[in-house]
């Protein structure tokens, strides 16, 4: 890579992120973030009890996770991973940076990945919770979309191939 980009993996809860996130951050050799450590406590805890988060909720994240980026960027790449479901999620993660911004949108099946979902342990998000991600979901327009039902490193060979 010849300058610093942000590669922000997305998708709902159960998709891969920080499975797909550390190995493709181990492949390129840079940073890996996961976003759910950056959620404040008070959001931890309503997950936990079974509410899903708003966009109240979600703003003081997002711009944590953007001030993140830009100051990784400003010595190396990075890896962020985070839902990120809605366009004005995206827009306020890649604030200031834009152009060195690239998505990659882990995709699969509602009954993929709620089993997945339901095969966790020690996470703060129950997988009831996954209607309401997959109700507020916007699909990205300028993402490389990979499909979670491949192994995770033809995932990552197909997300290389595409940045």
Not at 55 to 60: E, K
Request: aromatic fraction near 8%.
């Amino acid at each position: 890579m010849d300058s610093h980009i942000v590669i922000y993996v997305m998708g709902v809860s159960g998709s891969g992120k920080s499975t797909i996130g550390k190995k493709l951050a181990n492949y390129l050799n840079i940073p890996f973030f996961d976003g759910d450590d950056f959620h404040p406590e008070v959001n931890v805890r309503k997950m936990a009890s079974g509410k899903a988060l708003n966009d109240t909720d979600r703003q003081s994240w997002l711009t944590d996770l953007n001030t993140l980026a830009r100051q990784q960027l400003k010595s190396t790449s990075c890896v962020i991973v985070c839902s990120a479901l809605k366009e004005n999620y995206r827009k306020i993660l890649s604030k200031k940076i834009n152009n060195q911004v690239k998505w990659v949108h882990l995709t699969g099946t509602f009954d993929a990945i709620y089993k997945r979902l339901t095969q966790r342990t020690n996470h703060f998000m129950p997988p009831e919770l996954l209607k309401s991600q997959y109700s507020i979901l916007e699909l990205p327009k300028n993402a490389i979309s990979v499909d979670i039902e491949m192994l995770p490193q033809d995932v990552v060979k197909q997300i290389v191939k595409n940045l």
